[in-house]
T-cell receptor
C-alpha cells in the first residue's frame, strides 16, 4: 500500500532533550516536506526537500533540522526542543516530474509532540 | 498573503449536496486551484484540482467560474464521513512552489 509513515505518533518530552521524528514513504517520490499545525494558524511548512541531499527552508524553519540521505526517508530533528514547538507535525511526499511538483501530495498520519 | 478566501464554517444535511465556495480573485493565468481536506487531526487528503474547466472525480466536482476568480467544490451526496476542514489552494503547476494552506472551511455534515 502506498503510504507515508511517521514515528512516533505521540511524544511527550522535556525542554532541551534532542529528538527525531522519522518520516518514510514507499512511493519513490522525490519531493518530501514537513509541516506543523497549530490551532488558528493552519498548516505551515517547516522544511522541504526536492531530492536526495537537497533541502530548503519553508516558512517556519527555526529550531528544526532535516536531512535527506535516502530518497524514502526525511527525518525532522529538534536539537533542543522548546515548549513553543509543541504542535502536530505532518510529513508529506509528492512525485516530481520535469521540474514541477505534481498535483497530489500524500500526507502522513501526523505526530503529536508535547514539549514540557 | 492569503491567495484564497473561504467561509470559516458550513453545515450540510446528510445526503444533500455540499457546495463549498472559494474566492481567488488575484489568481494568475498559470495557477491551478487545488482542494484538500483534513478530517480531524489526520493528514490532509487531496481531493481535486483544475485550471479553468470543470473537473469531476470519484470524490467531488470542481466548478471554476469563467473569469477564474472563484470556484466551488461540490460533494454531491455528503455523508457524515465528509465532515472535515476543506482547503482551497492556488498554486502554479510549474516550478517548485509548495502548497500553502490557509484556514479552510469547516464542513459539518449533520444527520
Amino acid at each position: 500500500e502506498a503510504q507515508v509513515t511517521q514515528n512516533p505518533r505521540y511524544l511527550i518530552t522535556v525542554t532541551g532533550k534532542k529528538l527525531t521524528v522519522t518520516c518514510s514513504q514507499n512511493m519513490n517520490h522525490e519531493y518530501m516536506s514537513w509541516y506543523r499545525q497549530d490551532p488558528g494558524l493552519g498548516l505551515r511548512q517547516i522544511y522541504y526537500s526536492m531530492n536526495v541531499e537537497v533541502t530548503d527552508k519553508g516558512d517556519v524553519p527555526e529550531g528544526y533540522k532535516v536531512s535527506r540521505k535516502e530518497k524514502r526517508n526525511f527525518p525532522l530533528i529538534l536539537e533542543s526542543p522548546s515548549p513553543n514547538q509543541t504542535s502536530l507535525y505532518f510529513c508529506a511526499s509528492s512525485l516530481r516530474k520535469a521540474g514541477t511538483i505534481t498535483d497530489t501530495q500524500y500526507f502522513g498520519p501526523g505526530t503529536r509532540l508535547t514539549v514540557l | 498573503d492569503a491567495k484564497t478566501t473561504q467561509p470559516p464554517s458550513m453545515d450540510c444535511a446528510e445526503g444533500r449536496a455540499a457546495n463549498l465556495p472559494c474566492n481567488h480573485s488575484t489568481i494568475s493565468g498559470n495557477e491551478y486551484v487545488y482542494w484538500y481536506r483534513q478530517i480531524h487531526s489526520q493528514g490532509p487528503q487531496y481531493i481535486i484540482h483544475g485550471l479553468k474547466n470543470n473537473e469531476t472525480n470519484e470524490m467531488a466536482s470542481l466548478i471554476i467560474t469563467e473569469d477564474r476568480k472563484s470556484s466551488t467544490l461540490i460533494l454531491s451526496h455528503a455523508t457524515l464521513r465528509d465532515t472535515a476542514v476543506y482547503y482551497c489552494i492556488v498554486r502554479p503547476r510549474s516550478g517548485n512552489t509548495p502548497l500553502v494552506f490557509g484556514k479552510g472551511t469547516r464542513l459539518s455534515v449533520i444527520a
